[in-house]
């Protein structure tokens, strides 16, 4: 135990740095492997998705009454009850996606390893050692950072209020960017992975944001193709997260 206490906590006081240019040209070499496999997964998977969700709120809700519920949804009129409930099924599907997310990571590391990519990694994690921390990891992440974004609009209920949540939310995503990769290819449990994400991003924090950016604006060019594009140029932000992931693990 003292050794492995030893080991991460050399882990934590080791300084890598990233480049932007190298990061950027290096995800879009592995986006060009993995984009139409990704891309026709993480489809197949929303559809899944969608498919439970709409049983789920079918079995709750009239179906006559879903476009009328939904076009007047609004998170901030619900009660207090209302808003954990709601938050709670935000987290858990969250949770319930993480290790498919966890896949997608996986193609973007066979593909940068010259191994084939194929359409099965998006389930590699599913029954995996790993498992188990993906999803402590992405439980205790989003709860941290909803708790945090909750208690912020109710000490401060106004425009005020908002900005500084979602400011400390996006904080925390960014933090936290590379704790799923830490987990499924170094193998640490979730805490340590955190922590180490933790570490690792706060000395390149800007950077960071700046490739997260560039992932968002690169993935949302899918949505001119009809919006059937997101789905292909999702995976690029898989690729960025895999890259920054490699360059600071």
């Known amino acids: 135990m003292t050794n492995e ?3 991460n906590e050399e882990m934590n006081n080791i300084k890598k740095s990233l480049d932007l240019g190298e990061v950027i040209n290096e995800a879009f070499e592995i986006w060009k492997k993995t984009a139409l496999i990704g891309g ?3 489809m197949f998977l929303m ?4 498919m439970l969700a709409l049983v789920g709120i079918g079995y709750f809700f009239e179906a006559d009454k879903l476009p009328e519920l939904m076009k007047n949804f609004n998170p901030e009129t619900l009660s207090i009850n209302g808003m954990l409930i709601y938050f709670a099924v935000v987290i858990g599907f969250t949770v319930l996606i993480s290790p ?3 896949g997608m990571l996986k193609m973007a590391h066979d593909a940068d390893n010259e191994q084939e990519v194929t359409f099965s990694s998006i389930y590699y994690y599913v029954n995996s050692p790993q498992f188990l921390d993906i999803i402590l990891a992405t439980a205790a992440i989003s709860l941290f950072s909803v708790g945090l974004n909750i ?3 109710n000490v401060m209920p106004n425009t005020s209020g908002e900005i500084l949540g979602f400011i400390i939310s996006y904080t925390v995503s960014i933090l936290t960017f590379i704790t799923i990769p830490l987990v499924i290819f ?3 449990n979730f805490i ?9 991003i ?10 997260m950016i560039v992932a968002g604006i690169f993935s949302a060019i899918g949505i001119i193709a009809l919006c059937i594009g997101l789905f292909f140029t999702i995976p690029f932000a898989y690729s960025i997260q895999y890259s920054i992931y490699k360059r600071l693990s």
């Open 202 to 211: 706060s000395n390149n924090f800007f950077i960071v944001l700046l490739l």
């Open 40 to 42: 026709l997964a993480f």
């Open 186 to 188: 170094k193998s640490l």
């Open 5 to 7: 206490n030893s080991q």
């Open 151 to 153: 208690l912020i609009k």
């Open 47 to 50: 559809l899944i998705l969608t």
């Open 100 to 102: 498919f997310v966890a």
């Open 192 to 200: 340590d992975a955190v922590k180490l994400s933790c570490t690792r």
